[in-house]
């Protein structure tokens, strides 16, 4: 037989105590409300003996609050958003809210779909790592005083606040690792999105090149289908430039599917071509021989996510003064990358 749903207004009467009085014992205030000690030991050993859980939603209608934030990233299986969603998760709590975690898969119409899934829902605020296209969207928010923070990348037709790393410097920095290493024919490998975090990256390689008076070589595999098509496009591109010496790989993955495809043609690393992938993760610390990487900020910029958000949470509204802020990454030497 189906449980029926306890409500606040079931355990008053049963307990002879106000609603008022059992909903601040809940959240939390039985000491700032000065309830007695004994009165909230009685209700929570109550609630627990009934197995009472509070609908959220009920008490947003009430309160205008969920204590709950959309979590929205590209793919919560990659190492990167699922660490810096670990971390988010944790100041989350520590402060109160609870996050809900979805991913986009890198579709447009996903995106929309989940934050409108999330506003339907009232959550009280937003992380999101945007698709291309989310511009209306991510406005519309705004206007409706409804907190968010963009981080990883941004939009830059919208003023959001956004916290991520300072990607071009990084990849410069990685390149010039490369370059002061004497190594003159320098690629990078990269995808050919228009985000903001891979145009940055990209920025950051042809810095380097033209600074040391070097020729620029790049392969940009089409995003949507990366994983088909980089086996046999970073095989074309080594046969056409046999004099690459190093490799830097815009993204993780690209690093992790490109390694495959040198170990299968016997590429020695680094004696014929060194390498380094930008941001770090496990698999590319046990590669043999251990791969060189971009360190990106996790706990620094989970921090500043969750620091900012909670400044316009408390508020209650969308500050006028956006926060734009890139946080350094760090180079990681190992062995891909020579002495």
Not at 14 to 28: D, P, Q, V, Y
Not at 154 to 174: F, K, Q
Not at 248 to 254: E, I, M, R, S
Not at 319 to 335: D, F, M, N, Q, Y
Request: aromatic letters at 8%; glycine letters at 6%; hydrophobic letters at 35%.
């Amino acid at each position: 037989m189906k449980r029926n749903r306890i409500s606040i207004k079931d355990i008053s009467k049963a307990l002879g105590l106000s609603n008022t009085t059992i909903s601040f014992i809940l959240n939390g205030k039985a000491e700032e409300m000065r309830i007695s000690t004994q009165v909230a030991e009685r209700v929570l050993a109550y609630v627990k003996e009934v197995g009472y859980t509070p609908n959220y939603l009920a008490r947003g209608l009430v309160t205008g609050k969920t204590n709950t934030i959309g979590f929205i990233v590209e793919s919560i299986g990659n190492s990167f958003f699922s660490q810096i969603a670990s971390l988010i998760e944790e100041q989350a709590y520590n402060n109160g809210y609870k996050i809900i975690y979805s991913s986009t898969n890198g579709e447009q119409r996903k995106a929309l779909e989940l934050i409108r899934m999330f506003r339907d829902r009232g959550v009280d605020g937003y992380i999101i790592c945007p698709t291309e296209g989310l511009e209306d969207e991510i406005n519309q928010l705004k206007e409706e005083n409804r907190p968010v923070v963009l981080f990883d990348r941004y939009l830059p037709d919208v003023d959001s606040h956004y916290i991520g790393t300072n990607n071009e410097d990084a990849m410069y920095e990685a390149c010039r690792h490369l370059a002061d290493h004497g190594r003159k024919h320098i690629a990078l490998v990269t995808t050919d999105s228009q985000q903001t975090q891979m145009l940055g990256r990209l920025a950051g390689y042809s810095r380097l090149v033209k600074e040391k008076g070097l020729n620029a070589y790049i392969l940009q595999i089409p995003y949507e289908e990366r994983k088909q098509r980089l086996p046999g496009d970073l095989e074309t591109f080594l046969n056409q430039h046999p004099q690459l010496d190093a490799i830097c790989f815009a993204t993780n993955y690209l690093a992790i599917g490109s390694l495959e495809v040198m170990r299968e043609l016997q590429i020695s690393i680094p004696d014929r071509i060194a390498v380094i992938a930008f941001d770090d993760n496990e698999v590319l610390r046990l590669f043999q021989p251990a791969v060189t990487a971009v360190e990106q900020p996790l706990e620094d910029m989970a921090k500043s996510i969750i620091d900012r958000l909670l400044v316009d949470l408390k508020l209650g509204k969308v500050t006028e003064k956006t926060t734009h802020k890139e946080l350094p990454g760090r180079l990681i030497v190992r062995a891909s990358s020579g002495k």
